[in-house]
């Protein structure tokens, strides 16, 4: 007998468990002991790879299975589901006296009552992941679990309205404790209710008596994935895309044996072509204890072929998921490229367009951190599987939703994985990816699956976080038309991927271009455009890719080393461009063309004004607002009453440096005309040249429906012209 069950049947109160879980079914019983205990929500718990689980690899846990308090809950939605649901004009509310204390939640929860597991989880949920800004789960959850353990009530009501799909079962608990962690050991305090909220929908899917695998290597899971691509293959005209004649330079055959699968490296030049012949690739996070990599050293042994129980853990769960849908080939980075030969990583950084978008498809190991942790999960199918309430007539089901999955700051935080900046190109270079966390997920070039998703729900099409994959492969990398006419949304989903990967986390700095290598690849090969930096040298488009800035809300800019100052690829944080999609750059104000200078081929040549100005600090704001950094201080010639923003690079300059801006566009906004530009200084190291130090801009209101010429606009190109500078400013 389990130490909360005992204290819960032998607790002062003398109150007899409402759902007692020696009562249950044996094998019941013994199914449930096999679900992780309380975690995190969306929490990744790894097998353990050290001890045979083949035994409880196929345990399920029964989905909407309830406890005696909960029971008249449902009950209640299935004689009330034809007035919320009909044509009924009454609008029925209810109110249940629920368990007496969060103990007997939390304790029923864990002996399978599914709405209690939804209902203790969307409370701490609720209560300590208030922030989206802030997502971590709370370092207090342990006293946060205490302190609700320890409400007197809970009462669950049901909202007195007509009800639609997506109205909310509202929970409340009850208690005499101040819920601040220092003092909820202290009986006293007022009397406080805290509310969190469960989403009802009503759609067609989980069913009372479902089963569900506690464990992602099961049989149930990877079905499930079967049955994913296979409608793909068969239904998904979106995804019959024209892939090239070209493969990966090496590829490792599995080859399966009675002691365990070998892995042997095959060159694949003279190989079946593509058409023929099927393979996956692996995207996972690196790290951990060190295994077999390909060197130039042990080449030889790795073709020949080495048992797979050698490689890491991930590598090895990827290999039995390959082998399994039924491939023989699979492409891993760190066994497909020679680790030590800087020529080799150089050469088949390039082919990463090709590597990733000419697989059958690619495997995610979305949750794991490390490449010890493997791909297979244990989890409490509870808390992320939908709970059926009532029935509701043509095959719908009123359900209760997963706090996890639901709200908005858990739903939506990063795995380990999509933190990682090499990930970003073979997500969205991949035409599917089958993603393994706490639950398995699917995203092709039609839709987005996932387990425990209800009805619909599970096959989920166009989210917005495909649409960027759908546009990139449709119009960048599979596209059949080689002069693409629209080359300015083209350019802006060129913006919003740089945007994204910025974000992103590299374990080597010099990885900042290289990582992103696949993606520049495939624009380049759409386009015609020549990569020159993170940048484009491309008449159209060089000054527009010269306006980046740092994040507003990065506070300490790290440098990587690379590249000229005036590309982004010279610090490692989130950076932004203008807005492409909603401004229109309207009026050039410069020109720019590669150039060289002092051997320095990545230089750059800009015919504008150079105008000289006192700046000390980032500026923000018009004159009236911010009179210490203003308009006046950094430009006092500069026609007035208009908004400066200055935003640095790296850290504000010296007091006594020499700063000048290049003004490069202007554009026009709803009511307001902007100009943006460099702020930049002489080079210290070649004389001649200039050093970008950040961007400014400035702004006035000028109303779309004004009649005339933009005064503001006229004063300001006879300022340029006054500072114009003959002989080009060059920018290394």
Not at 12 to 17: E, L, M, R, Y
Not at 622 to 650: G, Y
Request: with cysteine; aromatic share 10%; hydrophobic share 35%.
């Amino acid at each position: 007998m389990s130490s909360l069950n005992e204290f819960i049947l032998q607790h002062s109160w003398g109150k007899q468990f409402p759902f007692d879980p020696f009562k249950m079914d044996p094998s019941s019983q013994s199914v449930q002991s096999l679900r992780p205990t309380r975690v995190w929500p969306r929490q990744f718990i790894p097998l353990d790879h050290t001890e045979p689980e083949e035994s409880n690899v196929e345990a399920q846990v029964e989905l909407s299975v309830l406890c005696s308090k909960c029971e008249p809950i449902r009950k209640w939605f299935q004689e009330n589901a034809a007035k919320l649901y009909g044509d009924s004009e009454q609008s029925p509310s209810a109110s249940f006296e629920h368990h007496e204390s969060g103990r007997f939640v939390e304790a029923s929860s864990r002996n399978g009552c599914h709405l209690c597991t939804l209902l203790w989880e969307s409370l701490l949920v609720a209560e300590f992941v208030p922030d989206p800004d802030r997502y971590e789960m709370s370092k207090n959850r342990k006293n946060a679990e205490e302190y609700f353990r320890e409400c007197e009530s809970i009462v669950l009501v049901s909202p007195a309205m007509k009800w639609i799909a997506g109205k909310e079962l509202q929970v409340m608990f009850r208690s005499r404790v101040l819920p601040e962690p220092d003092q909820i050991e202290d009986p006293r305090g007022s009397f406080k209710d805290m509310t969190s909220d469960i989403k009802l929908i009503v759609q067609g899917g989980t069913s009372p008596g479902e089963l569900v695998s506690i464990n992602t290597r099961s049989q149930a899971t990877l079905n499930l994935v079967r049955g994913w691509l296979s409608s793909c293959l068969q239904s998904h005209e979106g995804c019959s895309l024209p892939a090239s004649m070209t493969l990966p330079t090496r590829l490792l055959h599995i080859v399966p044996s009675s002691d365990g699968d070998v892995v042997r490296l095959v060159e694949t030049k003279g190989m079946p072509e593509l058409g023929g012949l099927r393979y996956s690739t692996l995207s996972y996070c690196w790290g951990g204890q060190a295994k077999v990599e390909l060197t130039t050293g042990n080449i030889e042994s790795m073709m020949k072929g080495i048992p797979a129980s050698q490689l890491s853990h991930t590598i090895q769960d990827a290999i039995w998921v390959t082998k399994n849908l039924g491939l023989e080939f699979i492409w891993v980075d760190s066994l497909c490229i020679i680790q030590n030969s800087t020529q080799d990583w150089s050469s088949e950084a390039l082919r990463m367009s090709d590597v990733y978008r000419n697989c059958f498809f690619s495997i995610a190991a979305a949750g794991a951190s490390t490449a010890d942790e493997g791909l297979f999960a244990k989890r409490d199918p509870l808390q992320y599987a939908s709970c059926s309430l009532a029935s509701v007539g043509d095959g719908r089901n009123l359900l209760a939703l997963s706090s996890i999955k639901c709200h908005p700051v858990v739903h939506s935080a990063p795995w380990p994985l999509d933190t990682r900046g090499w990930v970003l190109q073979e997500r969205l270079l991949s035409p599917r990816v089958i993603r393994f966390g706490p639950y398995i997920s699917w995203v092709c070039l039609t839709c987005q699956a996932a387990e425990f998703g209800t009805g619909d729900d599970r096959i989920e099409f166009w989210r917005a976080d495909m649409v960027k994959k759908n546009r990139f492969l449709h119009s960048v990398a599979y596209s059949s038309d080689p002069q693409p006419t629209d080359l300015n949304t083209i350019y802006a989903l060129w913006q919003e991927i740089v945007e994204e990967y910025s974000t992103a986390q590299l374990s080597f700095k010099s990885d900042r271009l290289v990582a992103l290598a696949g993606v520049v690849a495939a624009f380049q090969a759409q386009t015609g455009w020549n990569p020159i930096a993170g940048l484009w040298d491309h008449a159209s488009l060089l000054l527009r890719d010269l306006l980046w800035k740092v994040h507003e809300g990065v506070k300490t800019p790290q440098r990587t080393g690379l590249g000229p100052t005036w590309s982004w690829a010279k610090v490692l944080c989130e950076i932004d461009h203008p807005d492409w999609e909603s401004l229109t750059y309207d009026r050039p104000l410069a020109s720019g063309a590669r150039w060289s200078c002092g051997g320095n081929e990545e230089a750059i040549k800009i015919f504008s004004a150079i105008l000289k100005a006192d700046i000390t600090d980032d500026v923000l704001g018009p004159p009236r607002h911010n009179p210490k950094r203003s308009r006046e201080t950094a430009m006092p010639n500069w026609p007035p009453e208009q908004s400066w923003l200055v935003k640095f690079d790296i850290g504000a300059p010296p007091e006594n440096a020499e700063l000048m801006l290049i003004p490069l566009l202007s554009r026009k906004h709803s009511a307001y005309r902007y100009v943006g530009g460099l702020v930049v200084e002489r080079s210290k190291n070649f004389p001649g040249c200039f050093e970008r130090l950040g961007y400014w801009e400035v702004r006035w209101y000028f109303p779309s429906d004004s009649e005339g010429a933009d005064p503001e606009l006229t004063r300001v190109l006879e300022f340029l012209e006054q500072n114009w500078e003959e002989e080009g400013i060059i920018l290394i």
